[in-house]
């Protein structure tokens, strides 16, 4: 098959290359990256399934058309071949593409682009079954890596420990400070040398969040929730070296357009991060992904302090937005209102079965002045909030201190209340949801937490659409794997892409159409974030970005379907 206009190999190599000589010569360009298809000549793609139009609704239906000219990086023209061939110069570079479906590239509604890349790096324990399979993982990792300074791990889940854990029982492991985060990213477990390198003996407990501690008072080796954003994350932000950061970014950027992103919705910037992304981009200033960040407000009691947080948003989204800046730009504050489920952190109406009822990360009269600072300095508000406590407290906010019409967005809404799932579509705000944390097999502690009655309300993604609410899907990478095919599997057909012999199906009456989740994870997220002139679906005049897929059009054969190219702005960047 006849591939014009691209060089597989030598992209990935060039790309490599690039990635290495953008690192070596700092503030000096690297101009390779730029060449790697020529953007000059125009491609007309053929014998194609070109999604042109997706319906709404639970039966919404696709339309196609057979060929689509690429032009200067954009779609120009849309429909069959003759009609769309007769506009083109007799020089057209032709592209079979044998009955492929070609859908606009995925965007990541909600994701952690600098904590996806470190993930990446990170030990992962996802194959352990008990503590002794952890303890011996790491140790021989620890063997295998002499000379890393600090052994971080990934995808410890509570259910591998069912007894509890503590910093001795990773003591003998190595002398080295250890961190193991959870697969959640709302706890991390530590040895007693990552306890002493963060200072933990003299914390008191952040606001929102918990030092685990033994009978006497002393750090016993876990943190959660708040705990994560102003200890542990800052932490290994600023452990490893601006250039590992930029590193680690680049590698997510390589995995996102891999697994056929071009754009992503980041969820929780901060001064690190964006100071990576912000070099990386002077270095190599045509990364091929769009990105949209929301600048995380670390929860503290002190109206001062968090309006300084706010402050800085408004600073940086002034200097980079939509017209200075449109793929690397500020668009809103993110507050994480409250934690999970699993670890009994949600914050719900009624309390838990076997603890009684947490309390919110945010105060209510914290979180009002935030959203109004915010709100009258033109940005976009996103909260997360998963239980029905939470998520009511979310919209009251917005919808008191809020102006309307600016797609502030609600994230996960896991257990949302029917009337609150009207409210979203009310109010005009964008559901932005992760199919993929819906996965059957990893709710199972649901019933034992929270009884079986209210498990029926979980991911009442089909309320939210009906009601009108903007819907953008994301993965919440890296606490849930991001290959799109597999969320949108959960998405339609609410059974485990996790995990194929586990059979239950959970709320299958909430699941969402092929058509609209396509949509949510392309268009929804570009229209969540004011983009939706340049990018989220194929039309033509705007940029091309889009995915080659073989596919059968069918929810239950989704995890089959496999993203054989990603290209952006007329360049194939992946396949
Ligand atoms: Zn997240």
Not at 12 to 40: H, K, P
Not at 275 to 300: E, F, G, H
Not at 306 to 330: C, F, G, H, M
Not at 409 to 433: C, F, M, V
Request: proline share 5%; with cysteine; aromatic share 6%.
């Amino acid at each position: 098959m006849k591939y014009p206009g691209a060089k597989h190999e030598k992209i990935t190599l060039l790309y490599e290359f690039g990635v290495l000589a953008a690192l070596n010569s700092v503030g000096g360009s690297c101009s390779l990256i730029r060449n790697l298809e020529n953007m000059d000549k125009d491609i007309i793609f053929f014998n194609g399934r070109i999604l042109t139009q997706a319906g709404s609704g639970l039966h919404g239906e696709a339309v196609f058309a057979d060929s689509m000219l690429v032009k200067n990086g954009t779609i120009a023209a849309i429909g069959q071949f003759q009609q769309v061939l007769s506009g083109c110069s007799s020089d057209v570079q032709k592209r079979d593409l044998d009955q492929q479906t070609v859908l606009p590239s995925f965007i990541d509604g909600h994701m952690h682009l600098l904590l996806l890349g470190q993930s990446l790096r990170k030990l992962d324990l996802r194959p352990c079954k008990s503590l002794e399979d952890i303890r011996s993982t790491i140790k021989q990792y620890a063997v295998a890596n002499p000379r890393i300074p600090t052994i971080l791990c990934k995808n410890w889940m509570h259910s591998m420990t069912p007894n509890g854990v503590t910093a001795t029982m990773l003591d003998e492991i190595d002398p080295r400070p250890i961190f193991i985060d959870a697969s959640s990213q709302h706890s991390c477990w530590m040895n007693t040398a990552a306890l002493k390198v963060l200072g933990a003996e003299t914390m008191s407990d952040p606001p929102g969040g918990s030092i685990h501690r033994d009978a006497e008072g002393k750090p016993s080796g876990v943190m959660d929730e708040g705990a994560m954003m102003s200890v542990i994350w800052p932490f290994q932000a600023v452990s490893s070296s601006k250039e590992e950061r930029m590193q680690s970014i680049l590698q997510a950027i390589h995995e996102y357009n891999a697994a056929g992103y071009t754009g992503v919705i980041e969820m929780a910037m901060d001064e690190e991060a964006w100071d990576s992304l912000v070099t990386l981009r002077s270095m190599q200033t045509d990364l091929p992904i769009r990105i949209a960040a929301y600048w995380l407000i670390k929860p503290t009691a002190d109206h001062e302090a968090n309006s300084k947080q706010v402050q800085r948003a408004i600073e940086l989204s002034e200097q980079y937005n939509s017209s200075t800046s449109p793929d690397l730009r500020i668009v809103g504050i993110k507050v994480i209102c409250d934690g999970i489920i699993d670890a009994c952190t949600a914050f719900l109406s009624e309390p838990y079965a076997p603890i009684g009822s947490p309390p919110p990360i945010w105060e209510a009269e914290h979180l009002a002045s935030v959203v109004k600072e915010a709100d009258s300095a033109g940005l976009q508000i996103a909260l997360h909030a998963i239980g029905d406590g939470a998520i009511k407290m979310a919209i009251d906010a917005i919808e008191k201190h809020a102006s309307p019409g600016r797609r502030h967005r609600i994230e996960h809404i896991e257990l949302a209340s029917p009337e609150d799932a009207k409210r979203l579509g009310e109010l005009g705000l964008t559901a932005s949801i992760q199919p993929v944390h819906a996965d059957p097999s990893i709710l199972t502690e649901w019933p034992r937490l929270i009884g079986e009655e209210r498990c029926e309300r979980a991911f009442a993604y089909r309320e939210f659409a009906d009601a009108g609410a903007l819907m953008a899907i994301g993965t919440d990478s890296p606490t849930a794997p991001w290959a799109p095919m597999n969320n949108l599997y959960v998405a339609t057909t609410r059974k485990s892409s996790r995990n194929l012999e586990y059979t239950k199906v959970v709320n299958e009456h909430f699941r969402l159409g092929m058509c609209e989740s396509i949509v949510a994870a392309s268009g929804g997220a570009a229209r969540s974030v004011f983009a939706e002139e340049r990018t989220g679906s194929l039309e033509v005049g705007k940029l091309a970005d889009f995915v080659l897929v073989d596919m059968e059009w069918e929810a239950n054969a989704l995890l089959q379907a496999k993203v054989k190219e990603t290209w952006f702005e007329g360049r194939r960047v992946w396949g």
